[in-house]
Structure formats: C-alpha cells, structure tokens
C-alpha cells in the first residue's frame, strides 16, 4: 500500500499576449479592454475580459503591435510607454497604500532612531529608504544587510514624508512581513519597467 501526499496545490497559468509563453498568473499582469484602448488591472478587480503580459519591454512591445487585438478581437490603440506609466503609476500608488497600512497597523519604524531601534531589536522586516536620503542612509543600509533584512528606495524624502503626515522623512522600517513582501514587489516591479524604458 502507497501512501501519497496531499495533491499538489495548483497554480493558475496564464498565455502572455506578447510572447506566447504560458507562465503563473502571479508573473504576469492582467490588462482589461475598454473603449478601445487597454489599462492594467494589478489586481484582477475591474470587469471585463482581461488578456496578460509578462512584464518585459519585448512583451509589451508585441503586445502593443498585434498582441491585444489579436487576443481580444478588436483594434486596440496603446503604445508600450503609456502601458508602462499607468503600471509605474499604480504600483507606486500601491505602495504608497500599504506604507500607509502599515502606519496604521502600528508596524513602521519613522526616522533614524526609530529604525535603528526597529533593526537592532530584530523586528523590521523590510527597510524603505528615500531616493534622496542621505546622512546616515549607508549605516543603516548596511546594518539592515547584516542582520538580513532587505532595502528598497522608494520616493523622496517630501512624498515619504506626506504619507506619513511629516515634513520630511528618508528612512522607514516596516515590521510587518506581509507587508513587507508586497511592498519589495512594488518597488522592484517599478524599477524592473523603469529600467526597460
């Protein structure tokens, strides 16, 4: 008698409208039809048929000429730079919420003491530093590294400073991992489509 484990748990496939390959649903992003043009729905809540993309300049490229007509049998007028604005735009406004949640959540270290504390204590979970941040940014970064917690940059020292009701701020700690991990996957996919542009 074989005893087998439980089944394995499945992941959702989607076909990229660009390339053709058929990856997770999780590394692709959806796009919605609407009025002859397509928008990016991040998080699969706007109605409609949504065809997906990988987020690569050569996808959205393929996509951009034939890949969404094609796929949603209607000509579709966008171009690869306003696709990888809106999904910048939207995933910076992501961010921007979940470091807000945090806040409110009571799991984010403000400031340079704050976060120094946060990381000595063990309880950060991501370091969230401004672009335009200077000081004592490379001690904490490398104190982050030595105690193995990731960084990402994120805004300047006035739009970090908004969200959380200061004048400015240029350094955060989120202690929170679900927070966290979303928020690392913003940041990196802003900068991935940035750097294709």
């Not at 959205?60 to 966008?78: E, H, M, N």
């Not at 950060?124 to 982050?144: F, I, P, Y």
Request: proline letters at 4%; aromatic letters at 4%; charged letters at 30%.
């Amino acid at each position: 008698m074989t005893t087998e484990g439980p089944p394995a748990k499945r992941v959702p496939q989607r076909t990229c409208v660009g390339c053709g390959e058929i990856a997770a649903q999780a590394e692709a992003i959806r796009f919605v039809s609407g009025d002859g043009r397509v928008v990016p729905d991040l998080w699969a809540r706007l109605p409609g048929r949504g065809v997906y993309v990988h987020p690569r300049r050569d996808c959205f490229d393929k996509a951009a000429r034939s890949g969404f007509a094609r796929s949603l049998r209607r000509p579709i007028s966008v171009s690869r730079d306003t696709m990888v604005q809106e999904l910048c735009a939207q995933y910076d406004k992501r961010a921007e919420g979940l470091l807000v949640s945090a806040r409110n959540a009571r799991a984010l270290a403000v400031g340079t003491d704050a976060v120094q504390d946060s990381l000595r204590a063990g309880k950060a979970d991501l370091l969230v530093v401004a672009r335009d941040a200077r000081g004592r940014r490379d001690e904490l970064v490398a104190k982050a590294a030595e105690n193995g917690v990731d960084f990402v940059e994120f805004g300047t020292k006035v739009t970090l400073g908004a969200l959380l009701d200061r004048d400015e701020c240029g350094v955060v700690a989120v202690s929170n991992q679900s927070i966290a991990r979303e928020l690392k996957e913003c940041v990196s996919r802003v900068g991935t489509l940035s750097e294709d542009r």
